[in-house]
């Protein structure tokens, strides 16, 4: 053993493979950690709802931290924390994102809002979460009490100069990450993985150095700072790769699972 008391995995490009599944021997991995007494909780720029398909074949009890952390859900959705995007902030940063050409999606509360559902990733998205979005004509309804915000690009020169402009002008307002190449967050300044982490220590009582993190995307790497053992996927960028102290395989290759048995459990 490792003495690792709790592990944080990020979702999607981490603990499921590219179909949006989990391997046989990912779902095995997480029996060995509750076997071995270690918590299991799972942290994703997904709504709390759309990981809730994750619950029972894995068996979750710790909470979900669902839009990077901006609403932690016990596993049956009861809210425990809420961290939302300052009302007056909202138009704003939909100003922003619309600005260098990305399309924009609303998350409040339990629901995901767009303006046109033959979108870009629209398709894409509610097969991942399980549920459809609502089509709203105008956001103006939908503005206050925000969890996150989307900007959706395939352009991806677009989403990263979009992401350097908000922090320029929405920085100290809110949290600004890339959860995939075509996916810009925005999100409570709060809301970010790095914050997972501290809760989840203070729930359980595990200081951050008995903790360790798994993910793939920039959005993943403050959680790595805050945890004492940090694993970055085979698939992850190199700037992600970088900021962990060991990289597993790829998502595909049983990345996650891999990880579990080396760097969880110690065993070779």
């Known amino acids: 053993m ?6 944080l995995s990020d979702v999607d490009g981490t603990l499921v493979r590219s179909d949006k599944t989990l391997s046989p021997r990912s779902v095995d991995a997480v029996n060995a950690l509750h076997d071995a007494g270690i918590h299991f909780a799972v942290t994703s720029g997904r709504p709390p709802r759309g990981m809730q398909m994750l619950v029972d074949p894995l068996e979750i009890r710790a909470p979900l931290a669902g839009f990077n952390g901006g ?5 049956d959705l009861e809210v425990v ?6 009302d007056e902030i909202v138009p704003r940063a939909i100003a922003l994102l619309e600005l260098f050409g990305l399309s924009v999606w609303v998350y409040r509360g339990a629901d995901w809002f767009v303006r046109d559902p033959d979108g870009t990733h629209v398709e ?3 097969h991942t979460v399980q549920f459809e979005p609502s089509v709203v004509a105008s956001f103006d309804e939908v503005s206050t009490r925000v969890a996150k915000l989307v900007g959706v690009s395939d352009d991806f020169d677009a989403v990263a100069t979009a992401e350097r402009a908000a922090h320029e002008g929405l920085d100290e307002h809110v949290a600004v990450s890339r959860s995939q190449p075509y996916y810009l967050d925005i999100t409570h300044p709060q809301a970010n993985k790095g914050a997972v982490v ?9 200081p951050p150095e008995e903790i360790a993190t798994i993910g793939d995307m920039p959005n993943d790497v403050l959680m790595f700072a805050h945890s004492g053992v940090s694993i970055a996927m085979g698939n992850a960028h190199r ?3 970088r900021a962990a102290r060991h990289v597993t395989a790829a998502n595909d290759e049983d990345g996650f699972a891999k990880a579990v048995d080396r760097h969880i459990l110690g065993r070779s």
Do not use: A, F, N, W
């Open 2 to 7: 490792t003495g690792i008391k709790l592990l």
């Open 71 to 75: 609403l932690v859900v016990e596993p």
């Open 81 to 86: 924390e809420r961290r939302l995007v300052p």
């Open 124 to 126: 894409r998205e509610s």
């Open 198 to 206: 501290t809760y989840l220590s203070k729930r359980y009582e595990v």
């Open 239 to 241: 700037e992600v790769q």
